[in-house]
T-cell receptor, first 112, second 111 residues
């Protein structure tokens, strides 16, 4: 069975630009969560979507947003990029909130 | 106090030894506990889950949970160099809420 697919794998953007990252969860998984991983802060929770509804949101500024489509695919958007947004962005899907995650390979975003 | 804490390491053990990785959490009502392994440059992969007090064994891995002490651990028996990775503890504080990850412990298994 296919895993969690994230695109693109790598991105280089300039400060002030915006970016959209995509995630396709495992078939049948309705919960999709997004995390930011940096060497200094570890894995920081961004948001979780379940059946097209944002169920939980982490402590990130409003520049970070997301959505989930009816086929469970999810996108996250970061507007007005800052240098500090450079990170590995990980998408994870699970069957229910009680189950462990399966992570995608991540999108490595570099802001210059 | 951070919600989920782990020793950052590195923890170095010789090949064939038992590696013991520890994690403490702040919310006494936490329900679900997971261990992930993350190799350098890769994404985390789930290796163990535990939901009730006691031990849970899966091959060379044993997860131990003590809710009274708010403590969860992972034992790796017969450690191999291929076990060298960062191990992340994740706690689901309340059903329907997101997982909180610890900072991870870097394990190095020396041949």
């Amino acid at each position: 069975k296919a895993g969690v697919t994230q695109t693109p794998r790598y991105l280089i953007k300039t400060r002030g630009q915006q970016v959209t990252l995509s995630c396709s969860p495992i078939s049948g998984h309705r919960s999709v969560s997004w995390y930011q991983q940096t060497p200094g802060q570890g894995l920081q929770f961004l948001f979780e979507y379940f059946s097209e509804t944002q169920r939980n949101k982490g402590n990130f500024p409003g520049r970070f947003s997301g959505r989930q489509f009816s086929n469970s695919r999810s996108e996250m958007n970061v507007s007005t990029l800052e240098l500090g947004d450079s990170a590995l962005y990980l998408c994870a899907s699970s069957l229910t909130s009680a189950d462990g995650y399966t992570f995608g390979s991540g999108t490595r975003l570099t802001v210059v | 106090q951070k919600e989920v804490e782990q020793n950052s390491g590195p923890l170095s053990v010789p090949e064939g030894a038992i590696a013991s990785l520890n994690c403490t959490y702040s919310d006494r009502g936490s329900q679900s506990f997971f261990w992930y392994r993350q190799y350098s440059g890769k994404s985390p992969e789930l290796i163990m889950s535990i939901y009730s007090n006691g031990d849970k064994e899966d091959g060379r891995f044993t997860a131990q949970l003590n809710k009274a002490s708010q403590y969860v651990s992972l034992l790796i028996r017969d450690s191999q160099p291929s076990d060298s990775a960062t191990y992340l503890c994740a706690v689901n504080m309340k059903y329907g809420q997101n997982f909180v990850f610890g900072p991870g412990t870097r394990l190095s298994v020396l041949p």
